[in-house]
């Protein structure tokens, strides 16, 4: 497996709730975080929560905080995100991605390591 592997998208109706898993190679997954990003239709990707390895710092934007939640199991190299209270304008792909360097901001695409990105799951989500 050379790019970490995304799943767990899918057509969903607004409130409910989905859990995304991303199984990435350990080159990857032993970056100092690990983050997922998403890419709405026709806009640019965007950042939507990041995990510190030891997975006791989480990151969110303000779009998603108090209803998503990023975990990992170090173990099995697999990063999660748990989707509660979903809104169409969640719509999107969900990407999971390794972060160069340690979150001291929001964290943008610039800041990924490019190798990283996965081919992402698709999230719908229905009125």
Same mark, same amino acid.
């Not at 109706?13 to 990003?37: H, K, Y």
């Not at 006791?56 to 934007?61: D, G, L, Q, R």
């Not at 779009?63 to 939640?69: D, L, P, Y």
């Given at each position: 497996?050379?790019? &970490?592997? @995304?799943?767990?998208?899918?057509? $969903?109706?607004? @409130?409910?709730? /989905?859990?995304? #898993? %991303?199984?990435? &190679? ?5 970056? $100092? ?10 806009? @640019?990707? @965007?950042? *939507? ?9 989480? +990151? +969110?934007?303000?779009? *998603? ?5 990023? #975990? ?7 990063? +999660? /995100? ?5 809104? &169409?304008?969640?719509?999107? $792909?969900? +990407? %999971? ?9 929001? &964290? #943008? $695409? ?18």
């Amino acid at each position: 497996q050379a790019q &970490p592997v @995304e799943s767990g998208g899918g057509l $969903v109706q607004a @409130e409910g709730s /989905l859990r995304l #898993s %991303c199984v990435a &190679p350990g080159r990857f997954f032993n970056a $100092v975080a690990m983050a997922w990003f998403r890419q709405p239709p026709g806009k @640019e990707r @965007e950042f *939507v929560a990041a995990i510190h390895w030891s997975a006791t710092k989480t +990151y +969110y934007s303000d779009s *998603v905080k108090g209803r998503f939640a990023i #975990s990992r199991d170090n173990a099995k190299n697999t990063l +999660y /995100l748990q989707m509660n209270n979903l809104k &169409p304008e969640d719509t999107a $792909v969900y +990407y %999971c991605a390794a972060l160069r360097g340690p979150v001291l901001r929001v &964290p #943008s $695409v610039q800041d990924v390591d490019q190798d990283s990105w996965g081919q992402g799951t698709q999230v719908t989500v229905s009125q």
